[in-house]
T-cell receptor
Framework: DAMVIQNPRYQVTQFGKPVTLSCSQTLNHNVMYWYQQKSSQAPKLLFHYYDKDFNNEADTPDNFQSRRPNTSFCFLDIRSPGLGDAAMYLC???????????FGPGTRLTVT | AQSVTQPDIHITVSEGASLELRCNYSYGATPYLFWYVQSPGQGLQLLLKYFSGDTLVQGIKGFEAEFKRSQSSFNLRKPSVHWSDAAEYFCAVGAHSGYALNFGKGTSLLVTP
């Protein structure tokens, strides 16, 4: 089945220690998104790629960066995680900007 | 300003009872709309979507939603809920030709025996 895969499902990192979360897709969608979801809150868009074009949301902290080396993969890098960055990170894809977002299962990040 | 409101934070229904989850939006342009469901610790699963055309949309798991432009609403309904429907439900609204998808704050559904 075509899908969005996120690894790892659970990640524990130390305060200030860089961490990378990965996402891959077999849907061959043009657009990939990263969302941050804190407990009992709605997902918040951090950034997205349309093909290789990167778009950062205005309020996404500089601490967060992303890479998309090819159509299938997208990475979220957190350069210096703080306690406030503990959250569920959701990767999503869509065929085009108006398309339904297909979400991965998420990576639960804990910062100690 | 664009916004999505889910007025009910928590809803409890008995198994077998009907369900309606409310979603209201405020958008300058013609929106496109989604309902997603999220089980604890999981990603979001698409239930249904509306772009244009027939305002009554059928989705998976027996859910349907009706787009009412005059009321700026996109309420989700199910005639008979099952215990497995207990989850968090998110309404999301986007503008045509835009990337941003605004999510409501979610409604938590509890199903009692």
């Amino acid at each position: 089945d075509a899908m969005v895969i996120q690894n790892p499902r659970y990640q524990v990192t130390q305060f200030g220690k860089p961490v990378t979360l990965s996402c891959s897709q077999t849907l061959n969608h043009n657009v990939m998104y990263w969302y941050q979801q804190k407990s009992s809150q709605a997902p918040k868009l951090l950034f997205h790629y349309y093909d290789k074009d990167f778009n950062n949301e205005a309020d996404t902290p500089d601490n967060f960066q992303s890479r998309r080396p090819n159509t299938s993969f997208c990475f979220l890098d957190i350069r210096s995680p703080g306690l406030g960055d503990a959250a569920m990170y959701l990767c999503a894809t869509s065929r085009d900007p108006e398309g339904a977002r297909h979400f991965g299962p998420g990576t639960r990040l804990t910062v100690t | 300003a664009q916004s999505v409101t889910q007025p009910d934070i928590h809803i409890t229904v008995s198994e077998g009872a009907s369900l309606e989850l409310r979603c209201n939006y405020s958008y300058g342009a013609t929106p496109y709309l989604f309902w997603y469901v999220q089980s604890p610790g999981q990603g979001l699963q698409l239930l249904l979507k509306y772009f244009s055309g027939d305002t009554l949309v059928q989705g998976i798991k027996g859910f349907e939603a009706e787009f009412k432009r005059s009321q700026s609403s996109f309420n989700l309904r199910k005639p008979s809920v099952h215990w497995s429907d207990a989850a968090e439900y998110f309404c999301a609204v986007g503008a045509h030709s835009g990337y941003a998808l605004n999510f409501g704050k979610g409604t938590s559904l509890l199903v009692t025996p």
